[in-house]
């Protein structure tokens, strides 16, 4: 029986937030490492010839998998989100940009 793998965000991270710099938590597992892992129990899982307990926390390490999983698409959604509004507004000049052209009042 081999015990069950947990994942766990960086402290002062919110799970549903997207990670800083990389799809990798403190734990160094990506999110297709996860999504692979999630898939290998699920092929277990539906294999059968596996006892009941080891089953169980299969399923227990699967459903952390698939929270964390909708987590970081969750985060990365967002990002996205941004990114694509950001790029809708188009470029902004600062303030003091001596370039930017003076807009006619309306």
Known sequence: MSPARKLTTEPGKSPGGPP????????????????ERLEEIVAELEGGGIALEPAIERYQEGVGLLKSCR????????RVEEL??????????????????DEPDA
């Open 20 to 35: 800083e710099t990389s799809p990798e938590t403190s734990t160094g597992t990506s999110f297709d490492q996860r999504l």
């Open 84 to 101: 694509s509004s950001d790029a809708e507004a188009g470029p902004k000049p600062y303030p003091a940009d001596p370039d930017a052209q």
């Open 71 to 78: 987590s970081i698409l969750e985060g990365y959604r967002k």
